[in-house]
Structures are given as C-alpha cells and as structure tokens.
C-alpha cells in the first residue's frame, strides 16, 4: 500500500521548474529590475505602468533609489502577505501623470518614510454650512 501511494504522490505546487538560466540573474533580482528601469528610461510612456514582485525586503531600497536618481516620482511599493510568515514586495513606476491611491502608493509601513513616495492625496475638510450652500446654488440653478 505504501508503494502504491508513493508511486502516485505528484510533486509539491510550490516547486521551481524553470530552467537554471531562467531562475538565476547575476547580481539578483536587484540587478534584474535595474535592467527594467534601464529599458524603461528608453521606452517610457510606451507602456503604463512598470512592475516588478521582490523577495528581499533590502531590493526596495536599492531600487527605489535606483529611481530616484534617474528622477523618476510617481512610483509606488507595496507588500504582498501570504498567510504568516511568507512576504514579497511589489515596486511600479510610471511616466504618466496617473498616481495610486497613498493606501497602494505607500503600502510598505516598514520602509523608511524617506524612501515613500511623494503623498498624492490630501483630504480636505468641507464645513457643512458650505455643503449647504453648494446643495442650495445647485438647486437654485437646476430650476
């Protein structure tokens, strides 16, 4: 019984099948997103958005200021959980004027504060005598 059981167990979900040239980058994951940001320097605003998945919390910093130096703002990192101890981290960049919501733009709270991108989003407050006014113009001009 043991050895038909055995001989029927498929291999694990979770295992690497890429070839080794395909699984390895000299200089790592670091050195192949750099290779991105180069690419994306010359190809800019031929596509959207630029993303990249890290599995070392230390490859945001590097990349990010990777971006930095090449002046690129509108970028934003964000961390994947998967149950309670796996962690990756997403990084995407863009040349377009189109920003994330802070809550995905700055979806890292382990990261340096300086190493977040720029806030884009401020809330602000509007009195509710003003909200009465704008209800009651609008009305008044609907009429």
């Known amino acids: 019984m043991l050895t038909s059981a055995a001989s029927k167990q498929r291999p694990p979900f979770t295992a690497c099948t890429g070839a080794e040239n395909e699984m390895v980058t000299p200089g790592g994951e670091v050195a192949f997103v750099s290779r991105m940001v180069d690419e994306s320097l010359v190809l800019r605003d031929r596509v959207q958005w630029y993303t990249s998945m890290l599995g070392k919390f230390s490859s945001v910093a590097a990349l990010v200021q990777k971006l930095r130096d090449n002046g690129v703002d509108n970028y934003a990192v964000t961390e994947f959980v998967q149950g309670s101890k796996t962690r ?38 509007v009195s509710p005598n003003i909200l009465d006014s704008i209800i009651h113009i609008h009305n008044c001009i609907g009429q």
Do not use: H, N
């Not at 979806?107 to 991108?117: A, F």
């Open 88 to 125: 990756r981290w997403g990084i995407a960049w863009s040349f377009d004027d189109l920003r994330p919501v802070m809550s995905v733009a700055r979806g890292v709270s382990s990261l340096q504060k300086s190493l977040l991108p720029f806030p884009s989003e401020y809330l602000i407050g």
